[in-house]
């Protein structure tokens, strides 16, 4: 932007050509217009930007979840949110503009560290899950203190419960309390671990789906 006296350019202000004549607080301004775009958004451009909008919006309810599932991920300036949504773009069903996130393809997390076997959820109780797993301690770096980060989505509702740190690798049993408004409801769940003596994550693990008694 290039800055001009008003001797220059006397009262004139607007378009003119290429070049926008204007005055801000006494001091007169030139400045080039924007270059126009010459061809439209592409209908593969669209799609990648619905998908992109689509899992900011799911996950950006999730800042803690990200936030502890790729913080030993950070590369230069990405935030974990950004990390999150670029693991998870190919997460979607059906073809534009009739997309829908997938959700058993859904990761909370990315890292090295050994998850558990076995893991099953299932309702057992009204309005509460049991899960229950094996713990994997055979691999290097894994303890039976490395804790539980566990995520239960209801898609109908669009709501999600999130238990952090409620249980480590060696109690090889969790129950999970639900909202009033879970009964009856099926709900997805997703496990992953953090690691008590190293900083590393476990990949996130698909729980299935429960139909909450």
Do not use: C
Not at 164 to 183: H, N, T, Y
Not at 203 to 212: E, H, K, N
């Amino acid at each position: 932007m290039a800055e001009v006296t008003n001797a220059t350019l006397g009262s004139l202000s607007g378009k003119v050509g290429t070049v926008v004549a204007a005055n801000w607080r006494d001091i007169a301004y030139l400045r080039g217009t924007g270059r126009k775009r010459k061809n439209a958004p592409t209908e593969k451009q669209e799609e990648v930007r619905m998908k992109f909008s689509l899992m900011t919006d799911f996950l950006g309810g999730l800042k803690g979840v990200i936030e502890a599932g790729f913080k030993y991920k950070y590369t230069g300036r990405a935030t974990a949110l950004n990390l999150g949504v670029k693991a998870n773009m190919a997460a979607f069903t059906g073809t534009y503009p009739d997309l829908q996130i997938n959700y058993p393809a859904i990761v909370f997390s990315a890292g090295k560290l050994g998850l558990v076997t076995d893991a099953a959820l299932d309702s057992t109780e009204p309005k509460k899950l049991s899960l229950t797993w094996k713990p994997l301690t055979e691999a290097a770096g894994n303890s039976m203190a490395d804790e539980l980060t566990v995520v239960i989505y209801n898609p109908r509702q669009k709501l999600l419960v999130v238990l952090e740190k409620k249980a480590v690798r060696g109690d090889l049993s969790l129950e999970i309390s639900l909202p009033d408004s879970f009964e009856g409801e099926e709900v997805f769940g997703y496990l992953f671990l953090t690691g008590a003596q190293s900083k590393r994550n476990s990949p996130t693990a698909f729980l299935g789906s429960v139909v909450v008694l």
